[in-house]
């Protein structure tokens, strides 16, 4: 599903770059002691891995996003530079530390606590918004992710709609998804896993049901969302337009990391969007690069390519 008059340009992805932290145990978690597992370091954020994903894709991509002006902000910024991604817009802040996420994984691979330190995205004000208002002019969509201050957050929406560019918003976390509530009605494309979800429709129960998530993927649809996508973890993608809904099994695979993988479907199924893929064909491409992510230690897929993903097609 591509919007008419869609015009040309580069992606536009605004919104949290850091370190992933991510800790799985080799054994049953014992609480209030120390557990026996594994450790591993990576860049993450969810802007900035949605960005990195699409210029693996080959999509020209702008990242706007705040880091600290410390040795691991510059690593996070030349990397996604040396990966394709436009960087010359982040904003590098003295005096404040990079963001950080640490993650608990079981031994299954599965997200048992999180805990992220996002501080630093507060140098993204409304006044740092608006001073890069040609970005939002020349953009073809606006990705973003509600780890923004709900002030520059606001400030994004209103640049998109004075230049009529479609915006697609990954909630993050259940308690940042009400923010999105207001906007539904200007959103191009929401991606929500199923907590997230039952946050914008309060009294829903989605259960990890198909059923009930294509549903839901409806409501948000009917409160004037373009297009929804709601993540059931192993219980595949639920997807729904104003043309049509439907679900895409998830593919069975070992866990190494669950880190990235949603952040991979909604870039993957932007890009998708943006070449004229139909918006099945889009989803299904967009859960088989979840299920490569879930399979890598890193929170990106380093060699991830259409080509790869044709190969391996839900």
């Given at each position: 599903?591509?919007?008419?008059?869609?015009?040309?340009?580069?992606?536009?992805?605004?919104?949290?770059?850091?370190?992933?932290?991510?800790?799985?145990?080799?054994?049953?978690?014992?609480?209030?002691?120390?557990?026996?597992?594994?450790?591993?370091?990576?860049?993450?954020?969810?802007?900035?891995?949605?960005?990195?994903?699409?210029a693996h894709l080959g999509t020209d991509t702008i990242l706007l996003t705040a880091v600290g002006d410390d040795a691991l902000g510059h690593q996070i910024l030349a990397r996604a530079e040396g990966e394709g991604v436009d960087i010359a817009s982040a904003i590098i802040q003295p005096d404040q530390q990079t963001g950080a996420y640490l993650a608990l994984l079981d031994r299954k691979g599965n997200l048992v606590q999180g805990l992220d330190d996002m501080s630093v995205i507060a140098a993204i004000t409304p006044e740092a918004v608006?001073?890069?208002?040609?970005?939002?002019?020349?953009?073809?969509?606006?990705?973003?992710?509600?780890?923004?201050?709900?002030?520059?957050?606001?400030?994004?929406?209103?640049?998109?709609?004075?230049?009529?560019?479609?915006?697609?918003?990954?909630?993050?976390?259940?308690?940042?998804?009400?923010?999105i509530r207001p906007h539904l009605s200007s959103l191009w494309l929401v991606s929500a896993n199923e907590r997230e979800a039952q946050a914008l429709l309060p009294g829903t129960e989605i259960d990890s049901d198909p059923a009930n998530a294509v549903t839901a993927a409806r409501q948000l649809v009917a409160l004037g969302a373009e297009m929804a996508m709601i993540t059931l973890a192993e219980f595949g993608v639920a997807y729904a337009a104003t043309e049509g809904s439907g679900h895409i099994p998830a593919v069975k695979t070992d866990i190494v990391d669950p880190t990235g993988a949603g952040d991979a479907l909604l870039a993957t199924v932007v890009f998708g969007l943006l070449n004229d893929i139909p918006l099945d064909e889009a989803v299904r491409l967009g859960v088989t690069a979840a299920a490569l992510t879930l399979r890598t230690r890193d929170s990106v897929v380093p060699d991830l390519s259409l080509e790869r993903l044709y190969d391996q097609l839900v």
């Open positions: 599903m591509r919007r008419a008059g869609f015009r040309q340009g580069p992606v536009l992805v605004l919104g949290a770059a850091g370190i992933d932290i991510v800790g799985r145990a080799s054994a049953d978690l014992q609480t209030g002691t120390s557990n026996p597992g594994q450790l591993r370091i990576s860049h993450g954020g969810v802007a900035r891995n949605v960005a990195e994903n699409l608006h001073q890069r208002g040609a970005l939002f002019r020349q953009a073809s969509v606006l990705v973003m992710d509600a780890n923004l201050p709900e002030a520059a957050f606001q400030s994004a929406f209103e640049l998109a709609a004075a230049e009529d560019l479609p915006v697609a918003v990954d909630p993050t976390t259940r308690a940042l998804s009400p923010r």
